[in-house]
């Protein structure tokens, strides 16, 4: 989402008629406010732990102008601001917090809630005055700039740390395979890791985005090959429909999956930090055109998102329906269907680690064997057998059950009398 949502508010008495704005750009929430109103709201919601500071001090540069802009920027730098970056959990308690609606403003969204209790939440419409973010267009676009840069550094922090996790999964071997493909990007990562060093310092915007401006091509290259590396263990496990050749091709497929997405990592960690000292440069240079330039990376973040959803949704469709396939096989090929599906739930966790700090939500359920007991139960499971084994007998530990195109099976005494 692209659009800012603004809310004004009160908590019942506990405020103390202390106003509070809610600034969202659908990455994240900028709370505006007497200081200790902003932690009595953060309290409020649960979400104290979660927000980090939010400098509106920077207010002055990303928005160059006077007469009231002037006037509204110096009395909101007076108060204290905080960011939470929106993840499911917290963007839920938001809305039981009271939510971000639409207003009249284009792109401006806040809500009113009426007082229920002494610690429920009253939201005010109030638009006018000269300290309110919805009075002063230019303030507005000045905050949801400097809430894009929050957002891309916040992402770049948890990517770092996926990578930490990803690196702790990973073999001599595939680390090897790893950095072979991340050394064609050491010189870029280099020069944006100085840019941002000296961004945190409050170096020179100009002379940050020198360093940087021709590095993003290198990035995408590399990027754009981990993707394919993806579509292409997808297109692996396409078309098996034996165990064995399930086996074969899921074997390890959790760390060769966990190596391309510890690519798209590194690749998108820095993509975060260029787009950081990106928005610094545009916020010096050319102020007015910071809201347009805002709402272009926000596009550009959810076309990347988008395409990595494209091929993460392709890969895990792949592996689910070769989980099915192996489930189906559990009375002939009960190890073997067990160890693919092992290495398919493995790989899954890693796709929806690496989702985590991009904001993609999975509703996913880990796949789960069938016992071999109820699967000789199961008139399917004994046809798809049947048509493998024909008339021979298997035998399973000592029980022999005789599975026949008829679809007939004995039931073994236990689950360790099944074979591979």
């Keep these: 989402m692209s659009h800012i949502a603004v809310t004004k508010g009160l908590i019942g008495e506990c405020f103390m008629a202390d106003e509070i704005e809610l600034v969202g750009d659908g990455d994240g929430v900028a709370i505006v406010g007497n200081p200790s109103a902003v932690e009595r709201f953060l309290d409020h919601a649960g979400l104290r732990e979660q927000a980090q500071r939010f400098d509106l001090g920077r207010l002055r540069t990303a928005t160059q102008a006077g007469g009231d802009t002037l006037t509204t920027v110096a009395k909101i730098v007076e108060k204290s601001g905080m960011y939470l970056k929106l993840t499911p959990e917290s963007a839920q308690q938001l809305r039981d917090a009271g939510g971000l609606m639409k207003t009249k403003t284009k792109g401006v969204s806040h809500a009113m809630l009426g007082e229920t209790g002494k610690k429920s939440l009253k939201w005010l419409q109030v638009e006018d005055g000269p300290s309110s973010l919805l009075s002063n267009p230019a303030v507005l676009s000045g905050v949801g700039g400097l809430m894009s840069q929050l957002a891309q550094q916040v992402e770049a922090h948890e990517l770092k740390e996926l990578l930490v996790r990803i690196d702790e999964k990973l073999d001599d071997v595939r680390r090897v395979q790893r950095d072979?493909?991340?050394?064609?990007?050491?010189?870029?990562?280099?020069?944006?890791?100085?840019?941002?060093?000296?961004?945190?310092?409050?170096?020179?915007?100009?002379?940050?985005?020198?360093?940087?401006?021709?590095?993003?091509?290198?990035?995408?290259?590399?990027?754009?090959?981990?993707?394919?590396?993806?579509?292409?263990?997808?297109?692996?496990?396409?078309?098996?429909?034996?165990?064995?050749?399930?086996?074969?091709?899921?074997?390890?497929?959790?760390?060769?999956?966990?190596?391309?997405?510890?690519?798209?990592?590194?690749?998108?960690?820095?993509?975060?930090?260029?787009?950081?000292?990106?928005?610094?440069?545009?916020?010096?240079?050319?102020?007015?055109?910071?809201?347009?330039?805002?709402?272009?990376?926000?596009?550009?973040?959810?076309?990347?998102?988008?395409?990595?959803?494209?091929?993460?949704?392709?890969?895990?469709?792949?592996?689910?329906?070769?989980?099915?396939?192996?489930?189906?096989?559990?009375?002939?090929?009960?190890?073997?269907?067990?160890?693919?599906?092992?290495?398919?739930?493995?790989?899954?966790?890693?796709?929806?680690?690496?989702?985590?700090?991009?904001?993609?939500?999975?509703?996913?359920?880990?796949?789960?064997?069938?016992?071999?007991?109820?699967?000789?139960?199961?008139?399917?499971?004994?046809?798809?057998?049947?048509?493998?084994?024909?008339?021979?007998?298997?035998?399973?530990?000592?029980?022999?059950?005789?599975?026949?195109?008829?679809?007939?099976?004995?039931?073994?005494?236990?689950?360790?009398?099944?074979?591979?």
């Design 180 to 420: 072979a493909v991340l050394a064609r990007m050491t010189s870029a990562g280099a020069a944006i890791d100085e840019a941002m060093t000296i961004h945190a310092q409050g170096g020179d915007p100009k002379t940050v985005w020198d360093k940087v401006s021709g590095v993003s091509t290198t990035i995408f290259n590399v990027q754009d090959q981990a993707l394919l590396d993806l579509r292409a263990l997808a297109d692996n496990m396409d078309g098996k429909t034996k165990t064995g050749e399930l086996k074969r091709a899921a074997r390890g497929i959790d760390g060769e999956v966990a190596v391309q997405l510890a690519i798209l990592a590194r690749c998108f960690e820095l993509q975060d930090s260029f787009r950081v000292v990106e928005l610094d440069y545009v916020l010096s240079t050319a102020p007015e055109n910071l809201e347009g330039h805002r709402l272009g990376v926000a596009a550009a973040r959810e076309m990347r998102r988008a395409a990595v959803l494209g091929s993460t949704s392709r890969l895990m469709s792949r592996l689910d329906a070769a989980g099915a396939i192996a489930n189906d096989n559990i009375l002939l090929h009960a190890r073997a269907a067990r160890s693919v599906i092992g290495w398919l739930n493995a790989t899954a966790e890693i796709v929806e680690d690496f989702h985590a700090p991009l904001g993609i939500g999975s509703a996913r359920r880990p796949l789960s064997a069938i016992r071999w007991r109820e699967a000789v139960r199961d008139p399917q499971q004994r046809r798809t057998a049947g048509k493998e084994a024909g008339q021979k007998a298997l035998v399973a530990g000592g029980a022999v059950a005789a599975l026949a195109f008829t679809g007939q099976a004995l039931t073994p005494t236990d689950d360790s009398q099944s074979t591979s």
